[in-house]
């Protein structure tokens, strides 16, 4: 089993810029791609960024440019960098992880960008 632990967020100030952190423990050596998911009130939870074990990443169209995702793979984490935060970026983060293929998902952290 894998589990997922979040860290940051919080209350941040539009323009900001936290990073997320996201510590992985369990069976570990069974994941390929970690990432980061957001889900705002009212709507669908949506990719943020995503990266492999090799380093390759995707973002999520809202971020792109703003946002950097980086992993270490000697400690098992994932961190989402935020730059120049907006009010729209005000959702719930979670971090997900594939195990053996399967979705695992941390428990969320709240991030609320005020104007």
């Known amino acids: 089993q894998v589990q997922l632990v979040e860290s940051g967020g919080g209350l941040v100030q539009a323009g900001g810029s936290p990073r997320l952190s996201c510590a992985a423990s369990?069976?570990?050596?069974?994941?390929?791609?970690m990432g980061w998911y957001r889900q705002a009130p009212g709507k669908e939870r949506e990719l943020v960024a995503r990266i492999n074990r090799r380093g390759t990443t995707n973002y999520g169209d809202s971020v792109k440019g703003r946002f950097t995702i980086s992993r270490d793979n000697a400690k098992n984490t994932v961190f989402l960098q935020m730059n120049s935060l907006k009010p729209e970026d005000t959702a719930v983060y979670y971090c997900n992880a594939d195990p053996w293929g399967r979705d695992v998902w941390g428990q969320g952290t709240q991030v609320t960008v005020s104007s």
């Open positions: 369990g069976s570990t050596f069974s994941i390929n791609a």
